[in-house]
């Protein structure tokens, strides 16, 4: 079929047929590393296979989630700083997994921009194939979506989609009883929740994201807002099968201890917990103290330290405490399980000090 001397093109339209499969040959090492037992395919295919019998499975029930990493990825693309927001997005979606006791499998990801900057872009899936491998997890799969018009040029966003899977007797939660201990496990930072709050903050004190941290000296806010969330799978299905006194877990994101806690509770119980028993990180109380954000505020927005809580049986708390420590965590033993009185499941006594 003869040309057109002056037709229009796909790349006139503002789409970049030959950046896309730039950006396949660059990330292509990295999704090789995250290959586990049960993938083992290259990508490019229509879609991604994944065997659960090579995986060690006898009778299991799959488990899927899916997350984005929020306003986040403002941070990473107004500063240029692309390579820890695939380890977020990777945390986001395992961490959900990992609550029902499910051991992740396999991820696949979704990039859309306006404009695809091929290097940008593999920043990103370098990331998101390092969390994978720190999950425990493969990269099987994923869609990059140049649309111009949509997205201003510059600009991306992220969707993550993981599966994993528990055995049937396995699952959780399993029963829950007033008098239940509950620990809670350290995180790194804000992770990946409240970012429309963070860079308001970061507004109204008029910093540039190539300024000094003012919570954290050694690094600028850019990087410092940008630390990844962390993940918890390994360490917390070490614990599930070191000891049968794990009754429910909680990925402490979005809406704080008070929505994230009764989420994983039976009806009639909720939570008491004391502030006092662990420390929240610099940056909660930069936060707190140049947004005037009330600690209220604060419990409902953000981790404010805990990204992670566990709930044991009370007369295996004890096995609980030690089984996290063999696989490397700081358990905190911040509340127990209580009776709820009227609609406030989460109550709690002492300050986080901000």
Not at 49 to 61: E, H, R, V, Y
Not at 244 to 273: D, M, Q, S, W
Request: aromatic residues 6%; glycine residues 12%; hydrophobic residues 45%.
């Amino acid at each position: 079929m003869q040309a057109k001397a002056n037709g229009l093109t796909y790349a006139d339209a503002g789409v970049d047929i030959d950046a896309g499969a730039r950006l396949v040959d660059l990330i292509r090492p990295a999704v090789r590393s995250t290959r586990r037992r049960g993938a083992d395919g290259e990508i490019g295919g229509f879609g991604g296979l994944f065997d659960l019998k090579a995986a060690g499975f006898a009778d299991p029930i799959l488990v899927a989630a899916n997350d984005g990493v929020g306003t986040k990825v403002k941070i990473a693309i107004e500063s240029g700083l692309h390579d820890t927001v695939g380890i977020d997005l990777v945390a986001m979606c395992v961490n959900d997994l990992i609550v029902q006791g499910a051991e992740p499998l396999f991820f696949l990801d979704y990039y859309a921009t306006g404009k695809l900057d091929p290097e940008a872009a593999a920043a990103v899936v370098k990331g998101i194939a390092a969390g994978c491998v720190e999950a425990g997890c493969a990269l099987i799969g994923g869609e990059t979506a140049e649309m111009p018009g949509l997205y201003a040029r510059g600009d991306y966003d992220l969707a993550g989609f993981a599966v994993g899977a528990a055995e049937r007797d396995r699952l959780l939660p399993r029963d829950v009883f007033e008098g239940d201990v509950i620990f809670g496990l350290p995180s790194s930072g804000v992770h990946s929740n409240g970012y429309s709050l963070v860079r308001s903050i970061v507004k109204h004190a008029e910093l540039s994201w190539s300024a000094t941290a003012p919570f954290a000296r050694d690094l600028c806010l850019a990087k410092a807002l940008l630390t990844p969330t962390r993940i918890y799978v390994k360490p917390v299905l070490a614990a599930l099968k070191a000891t049968p006194h794990i009754a429910a877990l909680a990925h402490i994101t979005g809406g704080g201890f008070p929505e994230n806690l009764p989420r994983v509770l039976p009806k009639g119980l909720g939570a008491a917990l004391d502030l006092s028993t662990f420390e929240p990180p610099p940056v909660f109380r930069w936060l707190a103290a140049t947004g005037e954000v009330e600690e209220n505020e604060m419990l409902r927005t953000f981790n404010c330290g805990v990204g992670m809580a566990i709930v044991a049986s009370r007369a295996g708390a004890a096995d609980v405490e030690a089984a996290l420590r063999d696989a490397g965590e700081n358990p905190l033993r911040i509340g127990e399980i209580v009776e709820a009185r009227g609609a406030e499941r989460v109550v709690t006594r002492g300050t986080l000090g901000l």
